[in-house]
């Protein structure tokens, strides 16, 4: 799974450039019509959409203007696969509308998984406005999902469209604009001054904690010497180089390298510096989303060195 060094947020690993397609999706839907989205509403009953390769780009790329749209890649031959699309199917009904649940049979529309390139099932992969947001692989319980979906909820918050036909769609909130504008800009200074001002307004709100939490690691880690992990592997003992390495892999995109790294020293501490090691991992882990595979990986070897 490859992160841009841009955003610490999970992104789609060998997945091609939606956006030729989603332009097309868009050229091509009609509200209403026969082209747009409800046209490929599949089995109603069912509460999501069966994907195909030929109502792809209407029911996921022009749906995922509106909505964010989860997309699961699924076989019938996989109990693991049904287990999933039902437990997330129980949730798209409970968000009533505020995202939408696809499905994509890799038995029988092969070349979908084929545009994501994926090569196991089950693989979940979530879009908002034609591209790829987070993926995840396997079966996840119900809490964890309900925490993912939460998540993507809030960092799409204002950014799409709302529902087709809906009257009372949220309107984008200006001061989160501003936070994200900076924030893509690259001033992390008055990034989180603004983030930190709706946080103070909102303490609930999970994307300012979550822009926060990024911009404390890319202030940090974009500050480190670039031959960081080299001076660590010289000093294996030495707790603030191995800090300083395990940012620089992360940013590095080597994220599951930085996770090993800081376990093997919960491994071979003791006393406060073992809380220090073990403190800084679990704020490494909090960038990511929490369905992440690495960060799953990395909480429970985190698990095992501790006990």
Sequence with gaps: ???????????????????GLKQRAQQNASPGGPAGPAAAAGPGAAGHVEVTEANFEDAVLARSDEVPVVV????????ACIDL???LSALAAQDNGKWALATANVDVAPGVAQIFGIEAVPTVVALAAGQ???SFKGVQPADQLRRWLDSLLSATAGKLKGPAGSEDAPEADPELEQAREHLEAGDFAAAKESYQVILDANP??????????????LTRATAQRPDAVAIADAAPGDIEAAFAA???QILNQDVSAAFERLISLVRSTS????????????ELFEI????DPEVIVGRRNLANALY
């Design 204 to 217: 609930g709100s999970v994307e300012a904690k979550a822009a926060i939490r990024q911009i404390d690691f």
């Design 288 to 291: 990511f989303d929490p369905a």
């Design 246 to 248: 395990a940012d620089v």
């Design 85 to 87: 699309v039902d437990t």
């Design 72 to 79: 699961v890649l699924w076989s019938p031959r996989s109990d």
């Design 271 to 282: 006393g406060d510096e073992r809380t220090s090691v073990r403190t800084r991992l679990i």
């Design 132 to 134: 790829p947001l987070s």
């Design 1 to 19: 799974m490859t992160r841009p060094r841009s955003s610490i947020g999970p992104a789609l690993a060998g997945a091609v450039d939606l956006s």
